[in-house]
């Protein structure tokens, strides 16, 4: 059997709901020993759900049944001397700490990367907060919503004017820092002989997101003239169309900008006749004209499925999509295709469906390979290890 | 012992295009590799076209957005609708160990460039792809933008205002979150290069990446066959209230507040001044206040809406309410934090003007990563063509000439 990529690199985790949980599991889902360090109580996503019929119960949570695959799981009370000594020895001889805790906490219980590395100088310890460990916010209380919302990011891409900024319904913030955590921590690794020794990886999420997503597009123009824009409620202000719509059966995304596209949206309605109007030539002069246009379409739509829009439409060259439900998306024949979709036999969960690898290395396969570790399930062999290694 | 990027050594050719790609490279760089994109001006990069421009001149080395996007790769320039081309690139490649590319399925074998190809150059490549929705499965050609990726994994599903339609984000958040994980499987690939001698092909499915976000609603759904719907800037999970956007004093100004534990409420209500609203026993525990959300955000927001977003901030942190500002684009550059952390950082274009970008998103404590401008069209030619393939300088200007290095 192929290993994985990432086998005999050692990481410990102290992490909590989503940001350092995530990127941990991407570590150990491609093959990394991950050792995740939980309070005698449990990640606090333990506790979060969803839980099945809505019971809730700490080892069915499915938000740590998704965020802690293949890792394994001690309890350690960091709040005690004889807690934190233990931890230091889990860190002596490991390659990685991926640790989400506010900077004042860290600090509180002495274990801030220059106390580490004086016991293990080639550790890497990757920090993900939502402000990062510097600068005057990081010593704010803050959880992944105050993090999206100090980016830009929702004032300007999400939502209607006049109300309020809105980011997507998930942990945005959280998955993309935990990401950036996870490609530069494991640069860091994989560098460590070139780069001279471990070191202090800091991801700020709202940095992050504010750097390349918001900053990437925008703050250029910002320095330049001072000009910046707001959100509009629309996909695409300058082109169109380029938005959601309602149909049938739900919504989809029309989006045709190229003149063929425009043609091939056409074919896709059966030629009506006002498409073929001057003013909707091209997609500046139809985004001039959107007022008139969008209703226009919206008839079509309503009178049809999304699935059936969107294949109409990818037939004539369209990029048009159905807006998927969670549902239709977990069901859809490409994702079963393709194995993404998976399923995981949990003592005490019991067969759980779960989402697979998000990338294929096919000379060494990832994807979660058991399931998330009960509450303190590998105590015994991690110290009786550890008791071991130490003597 | 010396103190490099830790990926110093590594180089790195990109047909990345547009956004996600380019950043993968761009990550790269920062990380320490040598970065070479390949466009052609036989058919300029659309994100090369787009305003505002450089001292308000317009030019494809010119773009702002372009720039700070792009910035860290280097570029060479090839048409590759010429076979010369094609076997300049392939040349190149087998001088490399990793190849990113972000088109369609299928497009790298018309350019001559396909996995076959590039491993019977080079049999330890690394070459990473990242096609919508991955190299196989019935929805391989699925046509879409960034803009409307999302749509194919459920999260746009999960986003709009409470009991309203799906509101569309209006750019591609999948692009750089991409571009930027598309790193790890890179570098994961490498390490498994350096152990077996074994290089592979990369099928980085965005649409499955990006799906990892939907997660938590997937569980829900895997489990209790429900379908998420939007809540505006409720929980993900219904777990905690208040937690949402409030406004405040001022044209568009709002604050964040997160409440996700009882004390955070105690602290809440003690900031607020114990009003007669929040005294409620039933809201001293998470539950009691999720049930009553709707009745709490309109209460905190009509308390909010009396104060400016900052001093509201300062007053909630202070304490011990997660609150911050809700900023606008406009309010980023004078940002005291990301000032502090030198998030945007104003260079000097080869061509004179002055643009700003950010930098490395990322700290890193052992080495810092070099930030440099947008790259200008054909800015590593000489080193690639001259110095890393060798050619002659007439066999150099022949091939310029013939627009081939182009």
């Given at each position: ?165 809105l980011e997507h319904g998930t942990f945005s913030a959280d998955f993309f820092g935990a990401s950036a955590a996870a490609s530069w921590g494991l640069a860091a690794i994989y560098g460590r002989d070139t780069a001279g020794g471990g070191q202090h990886i800091d991801v700020s999420c709202a940095e992050a997101i504010a750097a390349t997503f918001v900053g990437g597009q925008n703050i250029g123009a910002v320095a330049q003239s001072g000009k910046f824009d707001k959100r509009t409620g ?158 | ?406």
């Amino acid at each position: 059997m192929a290993i994985g990529a990432l086998e005999g690199i050692r990481v410990i985790e102290l992490g909590q709901m989503v940001s350092a949980p995530y990127c941990a599991k991407l570590f150990a889902d491609f093959g990394a020993d991950v050792v995740k360090v939980e309070p005698p109580r449990g990640d606090v996503a333990r506790q979060w759900g969803p839980f099945p019929d809505d019971q809730a119960d700490a080892e069915k949570s499915g938000l740590f049944l998704f965020l802690n695959t293949s890792k394994r799981s001690v309890t350690l009370d960091l709040d005690t001397d004889a807690g934190r000594d233990c931890f230091r020895k889990l860190i002596v001889d490991c390659d990685a700490l991926i640790e989400n805790y506010l900077p004042r906490q860290m600090r509180a219980w002495g274990l801030t990367y220059e106390s580490l590395a004086a016991i293990n100088p080639n550790l890497v310890m990757i920090s993900i907060t939502p402000f990062g460990q510097n600068g005057p916010y990081s010593q704010w209380n803050a959880y992944d919503l105050n993090a999206y919302h100090l980016t830009g990011a929702s004032s300007r891409y999400c939502g209607r004017p006049g109300e309020a900024p809105l980011e997507h319904g998930t942990f945005s913030a959280d998955f993309f820092g935990a990401s950036a955590a996870a490609s530069w921590g494991l640069a860091a690794i994989y560098g460590r002989d070139t780069a001279g020794g471990g070191q202090h990886i800091d991801v700020s999420c709202a940095e992050a997101i504010a750097a390349t997503f918001v900053g990437g597009q925008n703050i250029g123009a910002v320095a330049q003239s001072g000009k910046f824009d707001k959100r509009t409620g629309v996909g695409m202000s300058l082109g169109a169309p380029a938005t959601i719509l309602p149909c049938k059966d739900g919504h989809v995304w029309i989006l045709c900008l190229e003149t063929a596209q425009w043609n091939g949206l056409a074919k896709s309605m059966g030629d009506p006749e006002w498409m073929q109007l001057e003013i909707f030539q091209d997609m500046f002069s139809r985004a001039q004209n959107a007022d008139a246009m969008y209703p226009l379409i919206e008839q079509w739509t309503m009178e049809h499925g999304k699935m059936e829009i969107m294949e109409r439409c990818q037939a004539n060259g369209v990029p048009v999509s159905a807006v998927f439900t969670v549902g239709e998306a977990a069901e859809h024949d490409h994702l079963k295709a393709r194995g993404y979709i998976i399923e995981q036999q949990h003592p005490v969960a019991g067969t759980i469906r779960n989402l697979g690898a998000p990338f294929r290395l096919p000379a060494c396969p990832g994807g979660p390979r058991s399931p998330a570790p009960l509450l303190g399930q590998h105590n015994d062999e991690v110290y009786t290890t550890l008791g071991k290694s130490l003597q | 012992m010396a103190k490099n990027l830790p990926l110093k050594g590594i180089r790195v050719a990109n047909f990345g295009w547009v956004w996600a790609g380019p950043v993968t490279g761009q990550t790269l760089a920062f990380l320490g590799a040598e970065v070479f994109k390949i466009e052609s001006r036989a058919r300029i990069d659309l994100t090369r076209t787009l305003p505002p421009f450089g001292d308000g001149i317009p030019g494809p080395d010119r773009s702002l957005s372009n720039h700070a996007c792009w910035a860290g790769n280097g570029s060479v320039t090839l048409n590759l609708k010429k076979a010369e081309a094609q076997q300049l690139a392939r040349d190149l490649v087998a001088r490399c160990d990793v190849v990113v590319e972000n088109f369609g399925p299928g497009v790298m074998e018309q350019l001559g460039c396909g996995y076959e190809s590039l491993r019977a150059v080079k049999p330890d490549i690394v070459m990473f792809s990242m096609p919508a929705a991955g190299l196989d499965g019935p929805l391989k050609g699925v046509r879409t933008y960034g803009l409307s990726l999302t749509s194919l994994t459920g999260l746009d599903s999960l986003t709009g205002y409470t009991d309203g339609p799906p509101v569309p984000v209006e750019n591609a958040y999948s692009d750089p979150y991409n571009g930027i994980l598309g790193a790890f499987p890179i570098i994961a690939a490498l390490r498994h290069r350096d152990r077996s001698g074994e290089g592979q092909h990369i099928d980085y499915s965005q649409q499955e990446a990006i799906m990892h976000m939907v997660g938590p609603a997937f569980m829900d759904y895997a489990m209790n066959g429900r379908n998420a719907q939007p809540k505006s800037n409720g929980h993900p999970l219904g777990a905690a209230a208040p937690h949402g956007v409030f406004p405040c004093a001022g044209d568009d100004r709002w604050i964040s507040i997160a409440v996700l534990t009882d004390d955070e409420w105690s602290h809440l209500k003690r900031a607020m001044g114990d009003p007669a609203w929040a005294a409620r026993p039933e809201y001293a525990k998470a539950g009691g206040r999720v049930a009553a959300t709707a009745e709490i955000h309109e209460q905190l927001a009509a308390w909010t809406a009396q104060y400016d977003d900052r001093g509201l901030t300062q007053l909630l942190q202070g304490a011990g309410v997660a609150a911050a500002p809700v900023l606008n684009v406009g309010d980023l550059l004078d940002d005291p934090h990301y000032k502090a952390r030198g998030t945007y950082i104003e260079v000097t274009h080869p061509l004179g003007f002055r643009e700003t970008i950010y930098g490395a998103y990322v700290k890193t404590s052992r080495t810092q990563a070099a930030v440099e401008p947008g790259p200008v069209m054909g800015r590593d030619n000489e080193r690639v063509f001259k110095e890393i393939l060798g050619l002659d300088a007439d066999r150099y200007d022949a091939l310029v000439a013939a627009e081939i290095i182009y």
